[in-house]
């Protein structure tokens, strides 16, 4: 589960995210440039939702998606926060992620107290 929040947090600062479920069971967590081609690209996998159901066909195909279709997943961090980790496994690959410092302006400062 908190694998899934962290993917759900990374995307946040890409633009926006979907998370579809049935009942409890999530089976599609991701950034919008990959859930709507999976839905714009209905008519290539719906022939495996009466042998799968909807929810495994959808999550199949969503889940082979090519990688350009998946950004890179990024974490903030304001250096206010206090400790910043050293290492940091990806949500989505599980590679170690690259560490980098990063200026920000938001020009608006609503933004930037929302942001720390």
Same mark, same amino acid.
């Given at each position: 589960m908190l694998r899934e929040i962290k993917k #759900? #947090?990374?995307y946040d600062k890409e633009g926006g995210w979907a998370v579809l479920s049935k009942g409890s069971f999530v089976f599609v967590n991701g950034h919008s440039s990959s859930v709507l081609p999976t839905f714009n690209e209905y008519d290539a996998w719906?022939?495996?939702v009466p042998s799968k159901g909807f929810d495994m066909a959808c999550s199949d195909y969503h889940n082979n998606l090519r990688p350009d279709a998946r950004p890179c997943c990024r974490f903030e961090f304001s250096s206010?926060?206090?400790r910043i980790p050293d290492t940091m496994k990806c949500p989505e690959c599980l590679r170690n992620m690259e560490k980098y410092m990063a200026f920000l302006c938001c020009h608006d400062e609503s933004t930037i107290n929302a942001l720390i």
């Open positions: #759900l #947090l990374s719906k022939e495996y206010t926060v206090g």
